[in-house]
């Protein structure tokens, strides 16, 4: 197994065993975890846990040797690689933040502009992706920090809010609802939409909404790029729904933000993996990226 098989192997241990549990906790399929495990005992020939009508149901001798042994072997790593660090310096080399698209445009451009500019020595590698994969980035280290909305649904994870609004209704100024104040789930229900696509938790936190308030909407289109979900509704009778700080880039001749009734919130989070020794320039980063924000 390399690093993060074993991180995989540990996660189950620590979800009771459960394949189900631990593969929403790492948001991976059962089969995957079921299979990595089921190769592993194939090629080393052993058994790590017991079965009991095909599920698990506890370590073997083995296996509980093995889980301790992996314990070790995933501090030490983290210990080594805080090492590493503190060997060439408090403030040099590179560290990865998963941001989904929408996020890194309306809150994260000039926080990384100026950092960059501030921290040279510093590489900040971005991968843009929505939240369902930065979770599982974040939890197999991948990925150092993410950046995700509330709730993250992660355990055993350090949260901190960084920004919060709420999401508005957008549309076309030629739309019959550019003229009002408010518009009300209802409302919305009964109208084409264009949403952003499974990946992302917004999709989900409105599904969750219209599913609460027995609501079935029209879902026409689904995509991952908030600026076509936003074109879809020029001059139609679309409407989207996205972060308030939209409004901060759309041309007003054009566009129409409307306040929703009863509106959902937008907290946008970092977050990070909780460890017993952090690399110090993640920490720099983080202290950062909260600073920042609290200004």
Not at 66 to 72: H, K, R, V
Not at 253 to 279: E, F, G, M
Request: charged share 25%; hydrophobic share 45%.
């Amino acid at each position: 197994m390399d690093i993060k098989q074993l991180k995989y192997f540990v996660t189950i241990v620590d979800s009771d065993n459960n394949l189900s549990t631990a593969a929403k906790r790492m948001h991976l399929s059962q089969p995957a975890l079921s299979k990595m495990i089921k190769n592993f005992e194939e090629e080393e020939n052993v058994a790590l846990f017991e079965r009991n009508q095909g599920k698990l149901s506890s370590l073997t001798a083995v296996g509980e040797l093995f889980y301790e042994q992996a314990l070790d072997v995933i501090t030490t790593y983290d210990e080594m690689m805080k090492h590493l660090e503190d060997k060439n310096g408090f403030l040099k080399g590179s560290i990865t933040i998963g941001i989904p698209p929408l996020i890194l445009s309306l809150v994260f451009a000039n926080f990384l502009s100026n950092f960059i500019l501030e921290h040279p020595e510093i590489r900040i590698n971005i991968v843009e992706e929505g939240a369902y994969e930065l979770k599982k980035m974040l939890l197999v280290n991948e990925i150092d920090l993410a950046i995700l909305l509330q709730p993250t649904e992660l355990a055993a994870t350090e949260e901190y809010t960084l920004v919060e609004d709420e999401l508005y209704a957008f549309m076309s100024t030629s739309n019959p609802y550019a003229a009002k104040d408010f518009i009300s789930w209802e409302e919305l229900a009964k109208e084409p939409l264009a949403l952003f696509n499974d990946t992302f938790m917004i999709h989900h936190l409105v599904m969750s909404y219209f599913d609460k308030r027995n609501l079935k909407p029209k879902v026409k289109i689904q995509s991952g790029a908030w600026d076509l979900l936003l074109k879809t509704t020029f001059d139609t009778p679309f409407l989207t729904i996205l972060p308030a700080p939209v409004k901060d880039f759309i041309q007003e001749r054009d566009y129409k933000a409307v306040r929703i009734h009863n509106p959902l919130s937008w907290k946008v989070t970092v977050c990070r993996q909780k460890k017993k020794n952090h690399l110090n320039i993640e920490n720099f980063v983080l202290d950062s990226i909260l600073t920042y924000f609290s200004e």
